[in-house]
């Protein structure tokens, strides 16, 4: 057995979110010089559950290992039917298993993506529900940088008391980037509420939730609907620069919440 790849294969199970629970057998495999392998991973998530297939393959002219993919099955709370997404593993910027969990929730995440020339940008992912490919993966939506939606921007107009710390704010963004669904406080006329809010690019928009999942009950004024519902509109009716990372077209998902946009 190498042990410099199997240092490697540890490091990159590790900082892909399975931990370090695989080691042992993923030492065993590696000593046995299969072909190639597989390791079982089972993580909760409050009430839901996954279990991932880690797939790696050995060299054909060395006794390297690599780590290709994994293959998440996701089963929320009582549901019996369950959801199947694979994640090919790349050189950087993987897609975590927390962060696949929240895309097959129909959140988005923001990552660095590499080209067909190289070149590196930045863009948010949402799984497509509706297309998939010859393998039976859902189709990935890309909106990115030169699509217009600013997280930041849109999340100065809450009243997200978590805002006015610089250090508090920089953790929300971030977290927010991962796809997270987000507990937040919110300060409206001396009263504080908590609140859970996930990203939404495709309608360049703030989703908010109450802290139970239920969509808030909130009536807005005529002005404030009737800018919801033009702002929703152009963002269907938006055509991005013609690029073979941005989506040619974007359907909308069904979701619910109330929704603020840029």
């Known amino acids: 057995m190498n042990q410099k790849n199997f240092d490697y294969l540890k490091d990159q199970i590790k900082y892909n979110g399975f931990g370090e629970g695989l080691e042992g057998q993923l030492k065993e495999n590696m000593k046995g010089q299969a072909p190639e392998f597989t390791l079982q991973h089972h993580n909760t998530f409050g009430k839901d559950q996954t279990t991932t297939a880690l797939h790696f393959k050995k060299s054909p002219s060395s006794e390297m290992y690599f780590f290709n993919s994994y293959l998440v099955s996701l089963k929320k709370g009582d549901q019996t039917e369950k959801i199947n997404q694979s994640f090919y593993i790349e050189k950087s910027n993987n897609i975590t298993l927390k962060e696949a969990f929240n895309l097959m929730h129909g959140r988005s995440v923001n990552k660095d ?21 010859q393998n039976g993966n859902y189709k990935l939506k890309q909106f990115h940088q030169n699509y217009g939606f600013e997280l930041e921007k849109v999340l100065s107009k809450l009243p997200v008391k978590e805002l006015g710390n610089q250090q508090d704010k920089s953790r929300l963004i971030e977290s927010l980037q991962k796809g997270n669904r987000q ?80």
Request: charged share 25%; glycine share 4%; no cysteine.
């Open 113 to 133: 993506l590499t080209n067909k020339e190289g070149q590196v940008y930045n863009a948010w992912v949402q799984l497509d529900f509706k297309n998939t490919d």
């Open 183 to 262: 507990s937040v406080t919110f300060t409206e006329n001396g009263n504080e509420q908590k609140r859970l809010i996930e990203a939404n690019p495709q309608f360049k928009s703030i989703t908010v939730y109450e802290v139970s999942g239920q969509r808030i009950r909130q009536d807005l004024s005529e002005k404030q609907s009737q800018n919801q519902s033009v702002s929703e509109n152009r963002s269907q009716q938006i055509k991005p620069q013609a690029d073979e990372n941005t989506p040619s077209s974007v359907k909308a998902g069904k979701r619910k919440g109330l929704s603020v946009s840029q």
